[in-house]
């Protein structure tokens, strides 16, 4: 029997990285949001927001691996742009929650701070 490997197009594999990536975002985005009353938390979401790079890298190497460890730039520079592109579907639905259900007046508050300043 020939042992025949499916491999997953660059769009799956992008979308399925963008899971993670968005999932990544949001838990950035709430110690951002914690970071307004906690200063630990806005130390942890600058972190995050460090991080950001080393994640998208990550996952751009499972990529790299299961494709034989053939990819060209073009390839890869797709790939990043279609993984911020599924994460940031994933993280606006959250925020959208957030800033409709969970705390509508955040935005008046923000810009009430803004003018304090």
Same mark, same amino acid.
């Given at each position: ?7 997953? &197009? ?9 899971? =993670? ?16 009353? +906690?200063?630990?938390? @806005?130390?942890? /979401? ?6 950001? !790079? ?11 691996? @299961?494709? &034989? +460890?053939? &990819?060209?730039?073009?390839?890869? =520079? ?13 993280? &606006? ?7 409709? +259900?969970? @705390? !509508? ?10 003018? /304090?300043?």
């Amino acid at each position: 029997m020939a042992d025949t490997v499916t491999r997953k &197009s660059l769009l799956q594999h992008s979308m399925e990285g963008g899971v =993670w990536l968005g999932l990544y975002l949001i838990v950035r985005f709430a110690f951002m949001v914690m970071g307004l009353y +906690y200063s630990v938390a @806005n130390l942890i /979401a600058l972190a995050l927001f460090a991080g950001t !790079p080393f994640v998208l890298y990550r996952i751009m190497m499972v990529y790299h691996r @299961n494709n &034989s +460890y053939i &990819s060209f730039f073009s390839l890869l =520079w797709m790939m990043g742009i279609m993984l911020f592109f599924f994460a940031s579907l994933i993280c &606006s639905v959250a925020e959208f929650v957030f800033y409709q +259900y969970i @705390n !509508p007046g955040y935005v008046a508050e923000m810009f009430d701070r803004a003018l /304090a300043l």
